[in-house]
C-alpha cells in the first residue's frame, strides 16, 4: 500500500484552473495532490536575437519556487544571485517540451515566455508544471487567435508529463515526495496526446535498473498521461 | 470621481486568508482587490551571526515578484542574478514594520523570516505584504505557543500599512496601479492597532506637498488602518 | 544637553565647498560636522534607453562610502560584488530629491549623474549628500549654460535635507551617529527652497511614534533646511 | 550512409588513456572520435557540509570546454561569470552516474571530485566524459588501496555511456556533431558493466518518438557500452 | 620641453598630509600633481584563514577608483559588480610594496588593511599609493606602539615608487596622463629607503625597447624616490 | 646544484607542437618541463566596440588553469563565478607582449583572441603561454594569408618569454614551482626575436633586490628567450 493510500497506478487529484491571474495572456494554476504550481504564458513581440529573421517563432520556460513551498524554508535564487542546476534543468526540460508541440513557424515572430513558479512542492513539481503549461500556452494562443494574429494553430498536440518510480521493486504513478524519496528509480516522462514520446529521462542513483522496468515505467506512465490529457481537454473545454 | 469608483476614504476589497500553504509555520493570502500577496512565516532555530549570543530573536522579511505578476513581464530576478534596489528597500521596510511591535526577547534565540511574494500586482503591493505579513507572524507565533516555545507572547500590538496619495489635487486612500502612476505625491504609511505611527513615507517626483497635505494623507492613513486592524482581528479571531 | 553641546535646533558646522576636482561639470565637498562627503556631477550627452526620445533629460544619483569612512572598516561594495540595500535606497532618494527641482524638458536630451562619495561618516550621510548635490547640480547646469547648452534655467527652486529624532523624548536636529544610534524615532526631510516637502521618512524601530512628534520633527527639520539653503545661496553666490 | 563512413552501431575510434597528467590520483583522456575530454580525479579529505559525519563518502562531477574546443569559439564561463544550464546539468549526470557504481560507505569520509574538461567537441562529450571518468575513478580509487586507505573495493562495476539517436528514420549509434545536428531524436543511455541502466535520457525536439523507436536505441546503445567496457577492461589492466 | 613644462629628471608638486581621516588608525592624502589619492590604514584581529596560527601578522590593500576621478567618468565597480582586472593588479601591488619593508612576525597576528582610493587621477596613482601607503602604514604602527602592542618596530625601512617613461626617445620621471598616453615605454619602479629594488614593471605596447634605456629608467626612477623618501621623512617627522 | 639538476643557465625540456587542435585558426601546445599549456588562436570578423571603425585590429588573450592543473585542486573559475586577480594580471600581459610585435593595421578589422589554458602547471605557465601564444599566433596569420585575407605581414618580429630568480644569491634561469616558492626574487621576462625588452617584471617579496641583480637576471632570460625564439623559428618552420 503506498503512503497515500493510492492504487500503483493511480495519479493524485488533479487540477487544472485557467485564467487565474489578471494580465498574463494565459495561465493555469495546476495541483498534483499537494504539489501546486502556477503557471503564465506571456506574449512579447520579440525574439531571442539568434531566432530573428528566420520566420520562426519561440516557446520558452522559466521555472522557480517560492522559499517555503518547500518543508523546510530553501534560500531565494534571487538573494543567492544564481539559479541552481535543477533549475535550469527543469526549466529547460519545459521549453524542449511545450516545443515538441508547436509548429514554431504558424507562431511567427513572437516569443511565448512560459513561467512556472512552484507555491507548494510535494513531489513531482516539472511534471505537473508540464501539464498545466500545455493549458496556459493553449490560452495564449487563442487569446492569439481572437485578436487575428495566427493564420494557422501552433499547437499540433497536447503534451503533459507524469513521473514514475519503482519503490520496494513496484512500479508507482505519480511519485510524492516521501515516495520520491524512497525510490530505487525514478523517471519522468514526457509524452503527446498522440502517445509519443517527447521527453524520458529515468535515473537511478540506488540501484541501477533494467530495461523491463523501464519499460513498465513507461506503461504506467502512458496510462497517466492520458488521463492528463483527457483532463486538459476537460479543462479547456 | 475615481476610475475604480470608490470613495476617497475608501478601501478596495480586502481579504485575509489564513493557513494557505501547507508547510509553513504561519501563512496568509492577501488581497488589497487586485494586488495579491502570499505571505509565509518559516520558524528556524537559528540567527545572524551579529545577534548571536544576545537573548534576543530576529524577525525579517524578504520580497518578490512573479515575473508575470505585473501588466507587462519582468525580468525574473533569480535569473538577472541580484535583488534590485526596490525590492531590498521593501523587505527591509517590512522587516522594520514587524519588529515594530514584536518583544525580540520574548521571542527568545530564533529567527522569523517572513517571505512576501507577489502573486499579482495592482498597487500597494508592499502596504498589503505588511498587512497580510502580520496575520502570518500571529499565526507563526500561535505555532510556537502550542508548543511550548514561549513564554510571554512577543506580539506587542497590530501594525499595518496602506498607501494614501494625492491626485489632482484631492487625497485618496489606498491608490491602485492605475491612480498611483497619476499621483502628484504619494505616501506609505505602517502604523500600529493603537494608531501610532511606525513609518511614513512620503515622496513627491513631480511636485513637492506642503504640510497640510501631508497631514491630510495621515489622516487618511489612520482611517484606512483601522479597518485593516480590524479585518486582521477578524481574520485570526 | 546633546553629546555634541548643541542646542536641540542646532545644526552642525555646515561647509559647502565648490569645484573641488578637476574633471566634474560641478563638484561640491559637503560637511555636515564630521560627516564629509563628495559630490561631483557627470554631463553625459546619452540616455538610458526607456527615456530615449522623449525630449526630455534625466538626473540621476549614485552613492558610496569608503571603507574606511566608518569607526570600523566596511567591506568594500566592489569587491563584494554588490551594492547593499541601504545603498541603493540612499541613491534612489537623492535622484529623486534632485529631479524634483529641476525641469528636465529645459535639461534637454541628457543625463547628469550626480556621485555622493562619502570620506567620513558621522551621521547624515544621506541628507548632507542631497544638500552638497544641490550645488554641484547647480555648478553643472551653470557649466552648461556659459557653454549655450541650455535655453533655459533647469533648475527651479533649492533642495536640501536633514535629519531629526528624537531621543528621550526631545526632538533633536541634525542627529550626529551617537544620537542616531540612541534615537526612538529618526526621520529624513527634504524640502525646497520654498519650504514645500519633497520626501519625507521617519522610521521607528524601537516605539512607534504620534503624529504630533512627527510635526514637531517636521518644524525642527523646516528651521533646519531654511539655513542649509541660506549656506547654498552664499555658496554659490 | 552515416557522413563518417560508419555502420549504424559503430562506435568511432575509441582511445582511453591513463595517468596523462601529473598531479591528479587519477586520470584519462578519452577519445571518442574527434571528441577529447581530459579527465581527472581528485581525493580530498574533506566532505560537503550536508554529509558531514554519516560514515560515507561522495564523488563529484564538474565539466567544463575549453573555448576554442568548438567550430566557433565559445564564451568561457569563468569570464561570463556563471556555469549555463547545459554544464550544470551534464556535470549533475556524471556525479549521478559515478555514485551509481560507487559503495559510498567503502570509501569512507572522503570526497572524489572527477573533472572532465572537454579540449575538443565534436558530440557526445557527455559521454565520453563518464566513460573516461569510471577509469580516472578506478585509478583514484588504486591510488588510495596502495596507501591502505581503503577495507573494501568501493567500485561495485563498471560504468560507461554513449548516445544514440535516430536519423532520417534509422536509429545510430553514437552520433558526431553532424549527425546530432540532425538527429530527430536523440538520447544518452548510461550503463553498468553488467548491462543495466543507470541513465537513460531521450529527447525529441523535433518529432516526438515511438516506444520502439526508444527500445530500438536503448539495445543499440547497450551493444556500444558493451565495447566501451571491454575497452575500459583493458585499459586499467 | 614637456607639456608640463618640468624638467625630464623632475617630479610633480609632492605632498604627503597625515591624519586626514577621523577614525583610521593611520591616513595620507597622497598628491602627486593632479593625482590625488586618499589612503588609510586599517588594523584588525583578525586574519585570512591560510594565515592563521603561524605567529606572523599580514598587510593587504585595497584599490578604488571614484567616478570621476577620470576626464570622463568611469563606471563605479560596486554597480557593475566585479573588480576590473586594472584594480586587482594595483591593489596586489601596493599590497606586495608594503609587506616588502614589513617585518611580519614583529607585527603579530593582525592584519593591516591599507585602502587607497583615488579622489582625481592624472597618471601615476599606483605610484602615488604606493608612496602615501607606506605614510599610512608607518602611523598606524605608531598608533600601535603607543597602545604597547608591538614588542619591536615592523617598520624595515621605507618604500615609494614612480613611474618613468620613454617619450619621443628622452626618459622622463613621474609621467602625468597626457604623457603616460603618449609614452613609448613606460615602467613603475618600487624601491626601499636604502635604494634596493622592490617592484620593477616596465612595458612596451608600442615599441620594444633596450636594456640601456631601462637602466636609464631606473636611474631616473633611483633619483625620484630617494627625493619622495626624503618627503616621507619630513612628513613623519 | 638545482634540484632538477639543470644548469643555471639551462632552460627545462621545450617543446612546440603545433595544429593540436582541429577547428582553431593556429594552435600550440607547449611544454616548457612539465609546465603544459595549451594555446589556441580564434579569428573573428568582429572587434571591441570601442576599437571600431579605426582601420586596425585586435589581438587579446585569456588564461585558465583546469582545476587539477596543479598539486592541490584548485576551484574552477567558472563555478566561483569570477576570474580571479593572478587571472586577470596574466591575461593582460599575454595580449600586451602579442601586440608589441604585431602590426594592428595589417591585420585589419579583426580580432584575434589568443586562449591558453594551462593543462598541467609546474611554475612559469605564463612565460610558457606567451611562447606558444606567439606560435598560434603565426599559424593563425598563415591560415589568414591562404585565404588571401592580408595584404602584407603583420607579424614582425617574435616574442618569446622566460622567467628567472634570485635563489640562494644565485641567479636562475626558468624556475620551475619549487624554485619559484624558494626564490628571494623573481621576475618574468618577455622579448623579442631582436633582442628587445617587451615586459619586465620583477618582484621581490622577501628580499629587495640590487640593480646588479635585476641585469643578471635580464642576461640570463636573454640568453634563455634566444634559445626559445630558435625553438619557435624551428617550430614554424
Known sequence: MRPSRRQPDELRAISLDRAVVKYAEG???????????????????RLPPWL???????????????????????????????????????????????????????LGERQITVDCDVIQADGGTRTAAITGAWVALHDCL?????????????????????????????????????????????????????????????TAEKTPFTEEELIALIALARKGIAKLVDLQKLAVM
Not at 60 to 83: F, V
Not at 168 to 188: C, F, I, M, R, V
Request: proline residues 3%.
Open 27 to 45: 495561465s493555469c494554476f495546476v495541483k498534483f495532490g499537494d504539489t501546486h504550481v502556477l503557471v503564465t504564458a506571456t506574449l512579447e513581440e
Open 142 to 202: 487563442t487569446w492569439m487567435r481572437t485578436r487575428d494574429m495566427l493564420k494557422s494553430d501552433p499547437l499540433r498536440d497536447h503534451v503533459a508529463a507524469v513521473s514514475c518510480g519503482i519503490s520496494k521493486g513496484a512500479p508507482l504513478l505519480d511519485l510524492d515526495y516521501p515516495e520520491d524519496s524512497e525510490a530505487e528509480t525514478d523517471g519522468n516522462f514526457v509524452m503527446t496526446g498522440s502517445g509519443r514520446l517527447v521527453e524520458v529521462q529515468a
Open 52 to 106: 530573428k529573421g528566420q520566420g520562426r517563432g519561440w516557446v520558452t520556460a522559466e521555472y522557480g519556487m517560492l522559499p517555503r513551498a518547500t518543508l523546510e524554508r530553501t534560500r531565494r535564487e534571487a538573494s543567492s544571485g544564481r539559479q541552481g542546476g535543477r533549475t535550469l534543468e527543469i526549466q529547460r526540460l519545459i521549453g524542449r517540451s511545450l516545443r515538441s508541440v508547436t509548429d514554431l513557424i504558424a
